[in-house]
């Protein structure tokens, strides 16, 4: 039995909870161990969990953490704490990735244990590690994604005959929403992980204040007609282009030959160019709490595959990046090249 904590048992550390006892019997096949849920930290008053994190990370049985409390602090703390005694951490926290994921990773290899992060880009779509393994070996010189659920599930909705603010309240009652939903709708929750995405595959780290972004807030019913009229849809995307590099996140105009423009809703799809592998494309629910969770659970079974190892996260060795502005729009929206 490999023992584990859960730090925030908002939607997503709930789901860890979940996808580790339905299916147990499938994580016994592939680890050769069962996982077990020893401690729950929230610091809100519910029953069985501790709220001090000494408690974890002083015991000796805990050897992985999943991070699942969203925002920078206190996540960076335990984070941090946990990492300095060996203990390895999976994330699904974005905005921590993207502003400590370098130093974070670092504190890991030197104390050989992994810092891996595979939810926080695209829900439960595996694409951290498929570009970490599978694509290791790919010169990669294009990106671009749909990375946001509710965005998604906005634009899909209004075409559908819900207002802006309807569609976001349906989105937040689903869980795909960030708790500040104003981070998903202004673009900063897409920036952040193209700039994840990004850093992963070029050798170089970008940061999510390098990025262009321009969010949905001005997207109208109107706009949607008419670009259906043309046999088009509006989605909001994340583009890293090496050839620069420019970063950029912004409603685009995709015309029904993209294969990003069947994806709807909640789901996430992410378009990569690899000069020897040509096209690829990833597809999932890119929000949710059982697919979130399942990307947690991922990175957990490798943590317990390698214990007393560094995972190579492709981020400890990171410079900053420099980036060219991106040029502005001829129009309101941008077109994908
Ligand atoms: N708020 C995020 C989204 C959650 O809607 O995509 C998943 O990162």
Redo the contacts with the bound molecule.
């Keep these: 039995m490999i023992n584990i904590a859960i730090l925030g048992f908002g939607t997503i550390g709930s789901g860890v909870a979940e996808v580790i006892e339905r299916n147990s019997s499938e994580i016994k096949n592939v680890l050769g161990d069962y996982l077990h849920v020893k401690y729950i930290l929230d610091i809100r008053d519910i029953p069985g969990a501790v709220n001090d994190i000494n408690i974890i990370v002083n015991d000796p049985d805990i050897k992985i953490i999943c991070e699942t409390m969203g925002g920078k602090e206190p996540a960076y703390t335990y984070t941090h704490l946990a990492l300095e005694r060996g203990i390895s951490v999976c994330s699904s926290n974005?905005e921590l990735v993207d502003a400590y994921g370098v130093e974070l990773s670092i504190i890991a290899r030197e104390h050989n244990c992994s810092y891996l992060f595979e939810a926080s880009v695209g829900?439960g779509i595996p694409i951290i590690r498929p570009l970490r393994e599978s694509c290791g070996h790919e010169k990669i010189t294009k990106i671009a994604g749909i990375?946001?659920?509710?965005?998604n599930y906005i634009l899909t909705n209004m075409r559908a005959g819900k207002t802006f603010d309807e569609a976001l309240k349906e989105?937040q009652d689903n869980g795909?929403?960030?708790r500040n939903p104003a981070?998903?709708i202004e673009g900063h929750?897409t920036a952040r992980?193209i700039a994840i995405l990004a850093s992963l595959v070029s050798g170089q780290k970008f940061s999510y204040e390098q990025v262009n972004c321009t969010g949905i807030t001005e997207v109208t019913l109107q706009d949607i007609i008419d670009a259906e009229n043309e046999n088009s849809t509006i989605k909001l995307l994340g583009v890293y282009d090496s050839e620069g590099p420019y970063l950029t996140v912004a409603p685009y105009i995709i015309p029904q030959t993209c294969p990003l423009y069947s994806v709807n809703s909640?789901f996430?799809g992410i378009m990569i160019h690899g000069t020897i592998v040509d096209d690829l494309m990833f597809y999932g629910r890119?929000?949710g709490k059982l697919p979130?969770a399942s990307a947690v659970v991922s990175d957990v079974i490798e943590c317990a595959k390698t214990l007393g190892q560094n995972i190579n996260n492709n981020f400890a060795d990171l410079k900053p990046a420099e980036v060219k502005p991106t040029e502005p729009p001829e129009s309101k929206f941008r077109y994908l090249e």
Excluded: M, R, S, Y
């Design positions: 974005k829900g990375l946001n659920g509710t965005c989105a795909f929403a960030e981070a998903d929750d992980k909640v996430n890119g929000a979130t």
